[in-house]
């Protein structure tokens, strides 16, 4: 039996974070095309203003809000704003970076970026969203996972470590507040022709190893992801909690 109305995000409110560019761009398009309102969150206004022009040509409803995910206090002013104005009924926690050095002589200075950005912000923003959430007793939570969430590779290790750890925080997540309404779910992307990608996807050698390592034998494309997050973000995925859903070609698959 047909029910589109199981995927439908028409009167939801999503907010994503890192949201200007990439992924999270991407990710703004396909909920809002499936009739989310969308929120845009960066810290950079001109970025966001030039994304929200983007999707509001594309007849998606669209804001902005400007606040930095690794600020605490930010975030807190910042959800309080967005929910005066409507509830957050969807947060796709999708800002974070990357940093390669070898790991005898990754500077700290990395290592405390890279957790600040790809872990605290995760905590500080679903923890923010959630207190409105877990009181209408409704509300979805996507973390933005990594096939690095499950496999490592040389040079890349404290990157790993930090969405290894968001895939056990989505975990802990869905444990304390399923029982309130909330489904947390993760999503992991493999290898997809992003910017942050840029200097691998350039490099022959690179990505002939990934499309050898890789069943699908090719990089992925950011609007394969989108399926996953209106699945997540939708009611179809009611019953669905502390989930990490791979999009990886089979990547993590097979050896």
């Known amino acids: 039996m047909s029910d589109p109305s199981l995927f439908s995000l028409h009167g939801k409110r999503a907010l994503i974070t890192g949201a200007s560019r990439g992924i999270g761009f991407t990710l703004a398009q396909g909920l809002g095309s499936f009739g989310a309102e969308i929120i845009l969150n960066g810290r950079n206004a001109a970025h966001l203003d030039s994304a929200r022009a983007r999707l509001e040509a594309e ?12 600020d605490q206090d930010q975030v807190l002013a910042g959800v309080e704003a967005i929910e005066k104005e409507g509830p957050i009924d969807i947060l796709i926690n999708n ?4 940093s390669r050095a070898p790991l005898d002589q990754f500077p700290r200075a990395e290592w405390d970026r890279l957790i600040s950005t790809n872990l605290n912000a995760v905590f500080f923003v679903a923890q923010a969203v959630s207190r409105g959430m877990i009181a209408r007793q409704s ?21 790993t470590a930090t969405k290894g750890a968001v895939k056990m925080l989505t975990k802990g997540m869905a444990t304390d ?37 890789t069943p699908a034998a090719r990089w992925g494309k950011a609007s394969e992801l989108v399926g ?28």
């Open 177 to 213: 507040w399923a029982r309130h309404g909330l489904q947390i779910n993760g999503l992991a992307p493999g290898y997809f022709e992003t910017e942050m990608n840029a200097a691998l996807v350039a490099d022959p050698e690179f990505s002939s190893w990934l499309c050898k390592r």
């Open 139 to 159: 509300g979805k939570i996507v973390n933005i996972c990594s096939v690095q969430s499950e496999l490592a590779r040389p040079g890349i290790a404290p990157y």
């Open 59 to 70: 007849g998606i409803a669209t804001r902005g809000s400007v606040f930095d995910v690794t």
């Open 228 to 255: 996953a997050a209106v699945f997540l973000s939708s009611e179809a995925s009611s019953f669905v909690n502390g989930h990490i859903l791979m999009v990886d070609g089979g990547l993590t698959a097979s050896v």
């Open 95 to 98: 800002a974070g970076i990357q």
